[in-house]
Protein backbone atom coordinates (compact mmCIF):
# COMPACT_ATOMS: atom_id res chain seq x y z
CA UNK A 1 0.00 0.00 0.00
CA UNK A 2 2.70 2.27 0.89
CA UNK A 3 4.26 1.71 -2.84
CA UNK A 4 1.09 2.41 -4.43
CA UNK A 5 0.83 5.44 -2.43
CA UNK A 6 4.12 6.80 -3.31
CA UNK A 7 3.32 5.62 -7.39
CA UNK A 8 -0.45 5.05 -8.25
CA UNK A 9 0.39 1.75 -9.40
CA UNK A 10 2.04 -1.63 -8.68
CA UNK A 11 2.69 -4.83 -11.02
CA UNK A 12 2.05 -8.33 -9.81
CA UNK A 13 5.52 -8.89 -10.99
CA UNK A 14 7.73 -6.22 -9.51
CA UNK A 15 5.85 -7.06 -6.35
CA UNK A 16 6.46 -10.97 -6.36
CA UNK A 17 10.17 -10.02 -6.48
CA UNK A 18 10.33 -7.39 -4.16
CA UNK A 19 9.00 -9.79 -1.33
CA UNK A 20 9.97 -13.20 -2.51
CA UNK A 21 6.65 -14.94 -3.01
CA UNK A 22 5.06 -16.25 -6.06
CA UNK A 23 3.12 -14.17 -8.55
CA UNK A 24 -0.43 -16.38 -7.11
CA UNK A 25 0.50 -15.02 -3.30
CA UNK A 26 0.53 -11.20 -4.70
CA UNK A 27 -2.45 -11.98 -6.92
CA UNK A 28 -4.64 -13.23 -3.82
CA UNK A 29 -3.25 -10.17 -1.70
CA UNK A 30 -4.43 -7.78 -3.94
CA UNK A 31 -7.89 -9.51 -4.21
CA UNK A 32 -8.05 -9.18 -0.60
CA UNK A 33 -7.17 -5.30 -0.74
CA UNK A 34 -9.90 -5.08 -3.34
CA UNK A 35 -12.13 -6.82 -1.40
CA UNK A 36 -10.97 -4.46 1.66
CA UNK A 37 -11.58 -1.64 -0.74
CA UNK A 38 -8.22 -0.47 -0.81
CA UNK A 39 -7.32 -0.66 -4.37
CA UNK A 40 -8.62 -1.50 -7.72
CA UNK A 41 -7.12 -4.61 -9.81
CA UNK A 42 -6.28 -4.46 -13.04
CA UNK A 43 -4.43 -7.08 -15.73
CA UNK A 44 -1.11 -7.59 -14.16
CA UNK A 45 -1.35 -5.09 -11.47
CA UNK A 46 -3.03 -3.03 -9.50
CA UNK A 47 -3.91 1.24 -8.98
CA UNK A 48 -5.26 3.25 -6.24
CA UNK A 49 -9.24 2.92 -5.38
CA UNK A 50 -9.44 6.80 -4.93
CA UNK A 51 -8.10 7.33 -8.57
CA UNK A 52 -11.26 8.12 -11.25
CA UNK A 53 -12.12 6.11 -14.09
CA UNK A 54 -10.33 8.72 -16.01
CA UNK A 55 -7.23 8.45 -13.89
CA UNK A 56 -7.40 4.42 -14.07
CA UNK A 57 -7.37 4.42 -17.57
CA UNK A 58 -4.10 6.17 -17.61
CA UNK A 59 -1.95 4.15 -15.31
CA UNK A 60 -3.72 1.37 -17.15
CA UNK A 61 -2.33 2.68 -20.22
CA UNK A 62 1.28 3.17 -18.24
CA UNK A 63 1.43 0.00 -16.79
CA UNK A 64 1.29 -2.11 -20.56
CA UNK A 65 4.95 -2.86 -21.77
CA UNK A 66 6.09 -1.09 -18.94
CA UNK A 67 9.48 -2.84 -18.62
CA UNK A 68 9.95 -1.98 -22.59
CA UNK A 69 8.71 1.60 -21.90
CA UNK A 70 11.64 1.60 -18.83
CA UNK A 71 14.09 0.51 -21.07
CA UNK A 72 13.20 2.54 -23.98
CA UNK A 73 13.43 5.73 -21.40
CA UNK A 74 17.16 4.40 -20.30
CA UNK A 75 18.44 4.36 -23.95
CA UNK A 76 16.73 8.27 -24.39
CA UNK A 77 18.37 9.12 -21.28
CA UNK A 78 21.90 8.47 -22.70
CA UNK A 79 20.87 11.11 -25.80
CA UNK A 80 20.46 14.21 -23.36
CA UNK A 81 23.47 16.23 -22.52
CA UNK A 82 23.99 19.13 -20.41
CA UNK A 83 22.59 22.35 -20.20
CA UNK A 84 20.18 21.24 -23.34
CA UNK A 85 16.33 22.48 -23.96
CA UNK A 86 14.00 18.97 -24.47
CA UNK A 87 10.65 18.40 -24.79
CA UNK A 88 8.52 15.64 -23.33
CA UNK A 89 5.43 14.83 -24.98
CA UNK A 90 2.28 13.40 -22.49
CA UNK A 91 3.19 9.76 -23.30
CA UNK A 92 3.41 7.41 -20.81
CA UNK A 93 6.69 6.00 -22.13
CA UNK A 94 8.00 9.81 -22.38
CA UNK A 95 6.52 9.53 -18.36
CA UNK A 96 9.32 7.13 -18.26
CA UNK A 97 12.25 9.29 -19.15
CA UNK A 98 10.67 12.01 -16.74
CA UNK A 99 11.09 9.26 -14.21
CA UNK A 100 14.82 8.58 -15.03
CA UNK A 101 15.93 12.11 -15.23
CA UNK A 102 14.32 12.79 -11.56
CA UNK A 103 16.12 9.78 -9.85
CA UNK A 104 19.61 10.80 -12.23
CA UNK A 105 19.49 14.37 -13.32
CA UNK A 106 21.28 15.49 -15.81
CA UNK A 107 22.69 19.46 -15.05
CA UNK A 108 20.89 22.84 -16.34
CA UNK A 109 18.23 20.69 -18.58
CA UNK A 110 15.08 22.71 -19.06
CA UNK A 111 12.21 20.41 -19.68
CA UNK A 112 9.07 21.77 -22.07
CA UNK A 113 6.39 19.53 -21.48
CA UNK A 114 2.73 19.86 -21.87
CA UNK A 115 2.12 16.26 -19.71
CA UNK A 116 0.99 17.10 -16.30
CA UNK A 117 2.62 14.09 -15.08
CA UNK A 118 6.13 14.82 -16.86
CA UNK A 119 5.40 18.52 -14.34
CA UNK A 120 4.46 16.76 -11.19
CA UNK A 121 7.53 14.13 -11.67
CA UNK A 122 10.62 17.11 -12.11
CA UNK A 123 8.87 20.08 -10.38
CA UNK A 124 11.55 19.84 -7.41
CA UNK A 125 14.33 18.65 -9.33
CA UNK A 126 17.37 20.51 -8.71
CA UNK A 127 19.58 21.42 -11.87
CA UNK A 128 15.88 20.44 -14.39
CA UNK A 129 14.23 23.90 -14.64
CA UNK A 130 10.15 22.61 -16.27
CA UNK A 131 8.28 25.05 -18.40
CA UNK A 132 4.35 24.07 -18.70
CA UNK A 133 3.32 24.84 -22.36
CA UNK A 134 -0.35 26.02 -20.39
CA UNK A 135 -3.81 25.25 -22.05
CA UNK A 136 -6.64 23.48 -20.97
CA UNK A 137 -6.65 20.23 -18.77
CA UNK A 138 -7.12 17.12 -20.62
CA UNK A 139 -8.33 14.34 -18.12
CA UNK A 140 -7.66 11.60 -20.17
CA UNK A 141 -4.25 11.70 -21.47
CA UNK A 142 -3.39 13.89 -18.41
CA UNK A 143 -1.95 16.65 -20.18
CA UNK A 144 -2.72 20.42 -21.20
CA UNK A 145 -4.51 21.25 -24.51
CA UNK A 146 -5.90 24.09 -26.70
CA UNK A 147 -3.96 26.73 -29.42
CA UNK A 148 -2.14 27.90 -26.03
CA UNK A 149 -0.21 25.26 -25.35
CA UNK A 150 0.32 24.75 -29.21
CA UNK A 151 1.25 28.50 -29.66
CA UNK A 152 3.74 28.13 -26.17
CA UNK A 153 5.45 25.91 -28.19
CA UNK A 154 6.66 27.83 -30.93
CA UNK A 155 8.21 30.45 -28.53
CA UNK A 156 10.99 27.68 -27.45
CA UNK A 157 14.38 26.93 -28.81
CA UNK A 158 13.69 22.76 -28.37
CA UNK A 159 17.41 21.28 -28.91
CA UNK A 160 15.66 18.05 -28.83
CA UNK A 161 12.55 16.51 -28.86
CA UNK A 162 11.11 12.64 -27.33
CA UNK A 163 8.01 11.77 -27.94
CA UNK A 164 5.71 8.67 -28.42
CA UNK A 165 2.63 7.77 -30.27
CA UNK A 166 -0.57 5.64 -30.73
CA UNK A 167 0.68 3.52 -33.64
CA UNK A 168 3.39 4.19 -36.53
CA UNK A 169 3.69 3.19 -40.05
CA UNK A 170 5.69 3.66 -43.13
CA UNK A 171 2.98 5.00 -45.15
CA UNK A 172 1.38 6.82 -42.60
CA UNK A 173 3.77 8.29 -40.11
CA UNK A 174 3.47 9.08 -36.89
CA UNK A 175 -0.37 9.22 -35.54
CA UNK A 176 -2.45 9.84 -32.56
CA UNK A 177 -6.11 8.32 -31.77
CA UNK A 178 -7.00 12.01 -30.60
CA UNK A 179 -6.73 14.75 -33.04
CA UNK A 180 -5.40 17.61 -30.03
CA UNK A 181 -2.70 15.54 -28.94
CA UNK A 182 -1.68 14.99 -32.87
CA UNK A 183 -1.64 18.75 -32.73
CA UNK A 184 0.39 19.53 -29.73
CA UNK A 185 3.04 16.51 -31.08
CA UNK A 186 3.13 18.63 -34.51
CA UNK A 187 4.01 21.50 -32.69
CA UNK A 188 6.44 19.62 -30.81
CA UNK A 189 8.42 18.03 -33.48
CA UNK A 190 8.18 21.49 -35.76
CA UNK A 191 10.15 23.18 -33.08
CA UNK A 192 12.79 20.75 -32.45
CA UNK A 193 16.23 20.34 -34.47
CA UNK A 194 15.68 16.58 -33.20
CA UNK A 195 13.28 14.29 -32.81
CA UNK A 196 13.41 10.83 -31.20
CA UNK A 197 10.60 8.89 -31.45
CA UNK A 198 10.29 5.86 -28.34
CA UNK A 199 7.97 3.12 -29.51
CA UNK A 200 7.63 -0.39 -28.06
CA UNK A 201 6.23 -2.97 -30.31
CA UNK A 202 2.58 -2.45 -29.91
CA UNK A 203 3.02 0.74 -31.90
CA UNK A 204 3.78 -0.93 -35.26
CA UNK A 205 2.12 -1.59 -38.20
CA UNK A 206 -1.32 0.62 -37.64
CA UNK A 207 -2.26 4.03 -37.83
CA UNK A 208 -4.64 5.55 -35.72
CA UNK A 209 -7.24 8.46 -36.08
CA UNK A 210 -5.00 11.72 -36.72
CA UNK A 211 -1.26 12.01 -38.49
CA UNK A 212 1.46 13.73 -36.70
CA UNK A 213 4.25 13.52 -38.86
CA UNK A 214 6.03 11.73 -41.35
CA UNK A 215 7.97 9.20 -39.88
CA UNK A 216 11.04 10.13 -41.73
CA UNK A 217 11.19 13.51 -38.69
CA UNK A 218 12.57 10.86 -36.79
CA UNK A 219 16.57 10.88 -36.59
CA UNK A 220 16.31 8.09 -33.90
CA UNK A 221 13.80 5.24 -33.51
CA UNK A 222 14.22 3.76 -30.28
CA UNK A 223 12.60 0.15 -29.65
CA UNK A 224 12.59 -3.17 -28.05
CA UNK A 225 13.34 -6.13 -29.38
CA UNK A 226 9.88 -7.55 -29.04
CA UNK A 227 9.66 -5.41 -32.50
CA UNK A 228 9.82 -7.91 -35.95
CA UNK A 229 12.30 -7.54 -37.68
CA UNK A 230 10.52 -7.47 -40.85
CA UNK A 231 9.67 -3.55 -39.20
CA UNK A 232 12.82 -2.77 -38.16
CA UNK A 233 14.24 -3.25 -41.87
CA UNK A 234 11.30 -1.31 -43.31
CA UNK A 235 12.24 1.69 -41.01
CA UNK A 236 16.00 1.78 -41.72
CA UNK A 237 15.25 1.77 -45.58
CA UNK A 238 14.00 4.89 -45.27
CA UNK A 239 16.99 6.46 -43.46
CA UNK A 240 15.91 6.15 -40.09
CA UNK A 241 18.47 5.07 -37.25
CA UNK A 242 16.30 2.21 -35.42
CA UNK A 243 18.30 1.56 -32.01
CA UNK A 244 16.95 -1.24 -30.69
CA UNK A 245 16.78 -2.30 -26.77
CA UNK A 246 16.12 -5.07 -24.56
CA UNK A 247 14.30 -5.23 -21.00
CA UNK A 248 16.93 -6.62 -19.23
CA UNK A 249 20.17 -6.09 -20.96
CA UNK A 250 20.19 -2.42 -21.78
CA UNK A 251 20.60 -1.76 -25.50
CA UNK A 252 22.58 -2.54 -29.12
Not at 25 to 49: C, F
Not at 133 to 150: C, D, H, I, K, Y
Request: a neutral charge; proline letters at 2%; glycine letters at 6%.
Amino acid sequence: MEMLDEGGSVRVNHLAGIFQVTEETIRRDLEQLEKDGNLTRTHGGAVKSTLDQQEIAFYIRNMRNREEKQAIGKKALEFIEHGEVIALDASTTALQVASLLREKPIKDVVIITHALKVIMTLADVPDITVISTGGVPQQRTMSFVSPLAENSLSTYNIKKAFISCKGITVEEGITESIDVQAKIKEEIVKGAKQVFLLADHDKFGWAALATVAPITVAQKLITDNETSVSEIKRYRSEGINVVIVHRRQGGR
